[in-house]
């Protein structure tokens, strides 16, 4: 096809918890398929990813695969591994990663991406960047035709830099917003000791590879959630339960 991804027709924007759930561990059945025995496997971070992480872990205690090493993007992924006996090392242990997987939050039909909402970006982006092939795991409501109309764009910055940050984000057109934790009481630190400033654009995002690079251009940003040219493959779960590959 043209187009590197299906958009389901007539997606509703959005789906019941429980269907989602179902399209989530879907597309982590599908996904852990591509593993071979001997690979090393990005572990991405989130709801879905967790489902691919337990579905890769059966896997591997069933036989079905060996000699598997994951390198997590997160405590949490790090957590489930173990928790679903997928070993793990470190990303400066392995000399390459064969494929990775991770959810997103928003992707378009070339394949641009948002991802952040779990705070885990930056993380995420370095594995899922060097990859062989990056898998990204989503159900349809994750599809839209531009991104940043309904989501924000997840800037993980410096403490010491927040104020210029804000800012600059401002210059380029946004509006930031200082993620806080769940009860407000203090800004959200990412596992790496920084913030995250969620930037909301008004009329959504219209060249994301150019503001992807602009805004890791500002001085005190450790990097923003717009993975462009990252994904391989997009594997969207469609609410009749049948799995796109794109
Ligand atoms: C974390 C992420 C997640 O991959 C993204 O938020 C999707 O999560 P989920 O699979 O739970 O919908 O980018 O930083």
Do not use: W
């Not at 489930?80 to 959810?103: E, M, S, Y």
């Not at 403490?159 to 407000?184: C, D, H, M, Q, Y």
């Not at 251009?217 to 609410?239: R, S, W």
């Amino acid at each position: 096809s043209s187009s590197p991804v299906a958009v389901a027709s007539g997606a509703p924007p959005g789906l019941d918890a429980g269907i989602q759930q179902n399209l989530k561990r879907a597309v982590a059945k599908k996904a852990v398929e591509l593993v071979k025995s001997g690979m090393i496997v990005g572990l991405g971070t989130g709801s879905t990813s967790s489902m691919a992480i337990e579905e890769l872990g059966k896997l591997i205690a069933q036989n079905k695969l060996k000699d598997i090493v994951g390198v997590p993007t997160s405590y949490q992924s790090r957590v489930l591994a173990r928790q679903f006996g997928v070993k793990t090392v470190d990303l400066n242990d392995v000399n390459h990663v064969d494929i990775a997987f991770d959810g997103a939050d928003e992707v378009d039909a070339s394949m641009n991406i948002i991802k952040g909402a779990g705070a885990a970006h930056t993380m995420e982006k370095v594995v899922d960047s060097i990859a062989k092939q990056c898998v990204i795991l989503i159900d349809q409501s994750k599809v839209v035709s531009k991104l940043g109309l309904a989501f924000s764009l997840p800037v993980e910055v410096l403490p010491f830099a927040l104020s210029p940050v804000l800012r600059a984000l401002v210059n380029l057109g946004g509006v930031p917003e200082i993620r806080t934790a769940l009860r407000k009481d203090g800004p959200v630190i990412t596992e790496l000791g920084n913030m995250v400033v969620d930037v909301r654009f008004a009329d959504g995002i219209n060249n994301p590879a150019e503001l992807e690079n602009k805004i890791n251009m500002i001085p005190g940003v450790v990097e923003n959630g717009l993975f462009v040219n990252v994904a391989h493959k997009v594997f969207v779960a469609t609410k009749d339960g049948e799995e796109i590959l794109i």
